[in-house]
């Protein structure tokens, strides 16, 4: 290759000195791992991956609380908000997924086959059918808006059913993504990530259902309905987060120990669940809120759902650059 | 597009091909290196020393199918004693049940009929999802450097030269034998011999690829075995890994009742006024 041949051919001529990985030694070798150097590697995923994880929570979580409001509540508001988050959210999915690929001009190429043991195959399609859904969904509802009276009701009703599998899928299959690989932090607690995850796009639509419906000046009974809502996701987030760490024991560091650790105790865990459930559950139990502090709750709880993917991605790069880790999962 | 998954076990295959690498017989030399990077017209890797090593290789990746490991061991004697030097060619393991392969969700990754995995380049579309999915780390996508392509690459066990009759690259010019290549069956009785002979000269060699090492946990056997001479560690290879695509039931059926227990509790708390 061509571009190779403006490479120094030996980077002393440069006047580096070999300063690379000299913490590694040959000791590394004799403790029975090889000079510290990783065994598995990482997926690319950064921001894009990050970002989509987000919304992908609050499209199906969206489509599945309007669901649930329609079937259960009655509160038109509820249903109107929920439905244009759904579509709001899942608008900006599909760009942000198909930006992160090498090839984007071959994301088609992810609808060409099926494959039920992969969750990246799996996810694929079931974004593709929440697409479907929560479009029919969110035109219907704007079409009623417009029209001022219900249009095609029972089609709606449809709808909000067939797409409850395809949401459901769309709001918890990132974290079993993440768990159907080899990185140790995401590999070893494989059977609470989905659920954490699951939860969190919970937590994290009521959170924003709250602030639509908190600014746009909504009923009180639906913000007591969301604050109810929420004290349960938040309360199933935190603990399945928890039961996931003491799941991960060691391999669970990446993630809880500094530098990532002094983000992920006060901002993840603190303010984006602590705090909210303290407030939501003084809400449930009749205490007054002003509307500044159920936008600040909200806002925090989002925070908290963003700051948990985030942190989940950047502590998995570091947990597969761990070969101790992953030595110890194989180990048996 | 013709996909020919084969689910036919490797050890029963009678077309199966691919690596044995006795490392007892390693000199170091990565002529293996060279001629895979030759034979497929990979690029040099960014040119950069271990300073404590002769591995400036370091990983399999992207542009490197081959790679030379390079431990060194303190025998006995303690310091200023004979060091043991544990020499290997890594390379992709062609898994009997491949994790890169079930995790591709474009089809890209394919069994071939020569029972090897290989990944078909005008359909992987970079989604980076096998790159976590080898429990090797073998794979890597291919998304830095000038010969970036945004693709994922790994050895094909020279898929092209199989097809002419050839034995892949690596193989050929292994100077001592190290790498041979050959039917699976043939491979593995030559490995059992070859072990129990290293065993009589007092080796502690022990073959890697199978369900007591190296494999099984659902990967079952390996296409490219190993015959290593200590702690699969010490030569930055799992001892017990397992394929993560058998947890995928059990991790959607877990997300599922999860999401169906909050479906119901927030049904409750709506309902409830």
Known sequence: MSDRATTPAHPAENGELITHNSQRTTSDAVQGSYYGLPVVKA????????????????????????????????????????????????????????????????????????????????????????SLFSGIAAGLQILSDLRGRPTMPLLSRIAAILGMPFAIFVCGYTGVLL???????????????????????????VAALSLILGITGGEEKTGLRLARAGTVAVTAELTLLMLGLARLGKLGRPLTAPPLGLIFWPWTVGLGMVTPLIVLSGAVRGKQWSLRTRILTSLLALSGSYSLRMLMIFAGRKSAERPEDYFEMTDR | ???????????????????????SL????????????????????????????????????????????????????GAGGQTNWLMMSDVCK???????????????IIRTEFNTV??????????????????????????????????????TLCYDRLSDGLEPACAKACPTDSIIFGDVIELQERAERRVDDLRDKG???????????GAGGGIGNLGAQFILLDDSARYNLPAHPSLPQDRTFGAVAAMAATALALTAATAWAFKKS
Request: charged share 15%; glycine share 10%; with cysteine.
């Open chain 1, 43 to 130: 997926p690319h995923w950064r921001w894009l991956v990050i970002t989509y994880f987000f919304f992908g929570a609050l499209a199906g979580g969206g489509f599945v609380v309007g669901t649930i409001a329609e079937f259960f509540s009655h509160d038109r508001a509820l249903v109107r908000a929920a439905r244009y988050l759904s579509l709001a959210a899942i608008l900006p999915s599909p760009p942000l997924l198909i930006l992160d690929l090498g090839r984007p001009e071959r994301f088609l190429n992810m609808l060409r086959i099926v494959k039920l043991r992969s969750p990246m195959s799996l996810g694929s399609w079931a974004l593709t059918g929440l």
């Open chain 1, 179 to 205: 768990a159907i690989t080899n990185v140790p932090l995401w590999a070893r607690s494989t059977y609470l990530l989905g659920p954490t995850f699951v939860a969190s796009a919970f937590s994290s639509t």
């Open chain 2, 118 to 155: 290989v990944i078909q380049q005008d359909v992987c579309n970079g989604c980076g999802y096998c790159v976590p999915a080898c429990p090797y780390g073998v794979v890597d996508l291919n998304v830095e450097g000038s010969a970036a392509d945004g693709k994922a690459h790994k050895c």
């Open chain 2, 26 to 77: 390693c000199i170091g030399c990565k002529a293996c290196e060279v001629a895979c990077k030759q034979w497929n017209q990979l690029p040099l890797d960014d040119l950069d020393w271990f300073g404590t090593s002769y591995d400036n290789t370091r990983k399999l990746g992207a542009t490197t199918w081959r790679h030379v490991t390079f431990a060194e061991v303190p025998g006995a004697g």
């Open chain 2, 1 to 23: 597009m013709t996909e020919t998954i084969t689910l036919t076990p490797h050890s029963s295959s009678p077309t199966a091909k691919g690596f044995l690498t006795d490392t």
């Open chain 2, 94 to 108: 062609h898994c009997q049940h491949a994790g890169c392969l079930e995790a591709c969700p474009t089809g890209a």
């Open chain 2, 203 to 213: 080796l502690p060699a022990y073959l890697y690829g199978n369900e007591e090492a």
